[in-house]
């Protein structure tokens, strides 16, 4: 059976059940916020612009469509490419890390090291990479049975 | 005989002071960095329409924020 994924604070369209548990980027990105206490809030996308996790405090309405804007963006500046984006504005900062397949977004108040917030960010992505290497390895291994 | 000294001195802290506020202003500024594949970071023309965007989005995504706990 395929189940629909959940997006943390993205309410699902015609639930009729409960939400699903946390997957795997939500987790990863629960992580990231545990990480450093700078961050508020965390997204990560494909690079197609599909919203695949969210969690933190964020705007309640049109987040999968901001999350395409940010994409769009990016992808604007650097297709392809690997892009770190840091953003400041009046009452915080927007972080963006485009690499491989995925962009991930945080958000963070004014006073912080983009460095460090890249280093978190950069070592949540290699994670969840490394995450779904292991997990084709393993459908793989129990395929070839 | 002491009072350009002092005139000297209160220009100083005037200029040190006028500085600290240039410099505050300026980290304070709105700025968009972007970093392309490893290499040099390069703020962003802030006229730029790309600049701009960012952040539109990004005080959308911050302004509209609710100051709620972290979970």
Same mark, same amino acid.
């Given at each position: 059976?395929?189940?629909?994924?959940?997006?943390?604070?993205?309410? &699902?369209? $015609?639930?009729?059940?409960?939400?699903?548990?946390? #997957?795997?980027?939500?987790?990863?990105? /629960?992580?990231?916020?545990?990480?450093?206490?700078?961050?508020?809030?965390?997204?990560?996308?494909?690079?197609?612009?599909?919203?695949?996790?969210?969690?933190?405090?964020?705007?309640?309405?049109?987040?999968?469509?901001? &999350?395409?804007?940010?994409?769009?963006?990016?992808?604007?500046?650097?297709?392809?490419?690997?892009?770190?984006?840091?953003?400041?504005?009046?009452? $915080? *900062?927007?972080?963006?890390?485009?690499?491989?397949?995925?962009?991930?977004?945080? #958000?963070?108040? /004014? #006073?912080?090291?983009?460095?460090?917030?890249?280093?978190?960010?950069?070592?949540?992505?290699?994670?969840?990479?490394?995450?779904? *290497?292991?997990?084709?390895?393993?459908?793989?291994? $129990? #395929?070839?049975? | 005989?002491?009072? %350009?000294?002092?005139?000297?001195?209160?220009?100083?802290?005037?200029?040190?002071?006028?500085?600290?506020?240039?410099?505050?202003?300026?980290?304070?500024? %709105?700025?968009?960095?972007?970093?392309?594949?490893?290499?040099?970071?390069?703020?962003?023309?802030?006229?730029?329409?790309?600049?701009?965007?960012?952040?539109?989005?990004?005080?959308?995504?911050?302004?509209?924020?609710?100051?709620? %706990?972290?979970?």
């Amino acid at each position: 059976m395929i189940a629909k994924r959940h997006v943390v604070g993205v309410p &699902a369209e $015609g639930a009729i059940l409960r939400p699903m548990p946390a #997957t795997a980027h939500d987790l990863a990105l /629960r992580y990231l916020l545990e990480l450093s206490a700078d961050i508020r809030a965390a997204l990560l996308m494909d690079r197609d612009g599909a919203l695949l996790a969210a969690v933190g405090s964020l705007p309640s309405g049109g987040l999968p469509e901001r &999350a395409r804007r940010v994409v769009a963006e990016v992808e604007s500046l650097a297709p392809g490419e690997t892009v770190e984006v840091d953003v400041f504005a009046t009452r $915080g *900062a927007l972080f963006v890390l485009a690499e491989d397949s995925r962009v991930m977004v945080c #958000t963070t108040n /004014r #006073t912080v090291n983009p460095g460090l917030i890249f280093y978190d960010m950069h070592a949540v992505l290699r994670d969840i990479d490394r995450a779904a *290497a292991a997990e084709e390895r393993r459908e793989a291994a $129990g #395929t070839s049975k | 005989m002491s009072r %350009p000294r002092q005139r000297g001195l209160l220009g100083g802290y005037a200029e040190e002071v006028a500085a600290a506020m240039r410099r505050r202003r300026d980290v304070r500024r %709105p700025r968009v960095r972007i970093r392309v594949a490893h290499g040099e970071a390069r703020v962003l023309d802030e006229d730029s329409q790309a600049a701009g965007r960012l952040l539109a989005l990004a005080r959308e995504m911050l302004d509209e924020r609710e100051e709620a %706990p972290r979970d």
